[in-house]
């Protein structure tokens, strides 16, 4: 594809977008979700809670399995881990202690700064 080519492409391209994108700033349940989103992180901000704050009020099971479904389960149920390494921003979610990418930083960082990086 010639330069010119691919240039006229991505201009139309881009006006189909800013067309839809226009489209959108109209739509009247769009406008309502932004409104509601907005007061949302002004409450949050006003009470100092972040969203996993919000579940547990408006859900407090959600994510707790009841004693009964563990019961049944003849397997331990295992829950999935997410590490984020301060230094370099990667995240590694495991179910399992034993992940590659999780030994190596162990190895280079140390197991108890390591856990420290557990998230939740």
């Known amino acids: 594809m010639s330069r010119l080519a691919e240039f006229r492409a991505v201009k139309k391209a881009l006006q189909e977008q800013l067309a839809k994108l226009e489209s959108l700033k109209k739509d009247a349940g769009l406008q309502k979700e932004i409104e509601f989103e907005e007061k949302l992180q002004d ?3 006003y ?3 972040n969203l996993c704050d919000i579940i547990s009020i408006l859900e407090p099971s959600y ?3 009841s004693t009964a479904t563990i019961a049944s389960k003849q ?10 390494n301060q230094h370099t921003g990667d995240l590694i979610e495991t ?8 030994q ?4 280079q960082y140390g197991a108890a700064i390591v ?6």
Request: hydrophobic share 30%; charged share 30%.
């Open 95 to 102: 179910k399992d202690t034993n992940h590659r990418g999780l």
């Open 63 to 65: 994510g707790k399995a």
């Open 104 to 107: 190596a930083w162990k190895e």
């Open 43 to 45: 409450l949050m901000k």
């Open 115 to 120: 856990d420290s990086w557990l998230c939740g």
């Open 47 to 49: 009470y100092s809670k």
């Open 75 to 84: 397997r331990n149920i295992r829950v999935v881990k997410v590490y984020h």
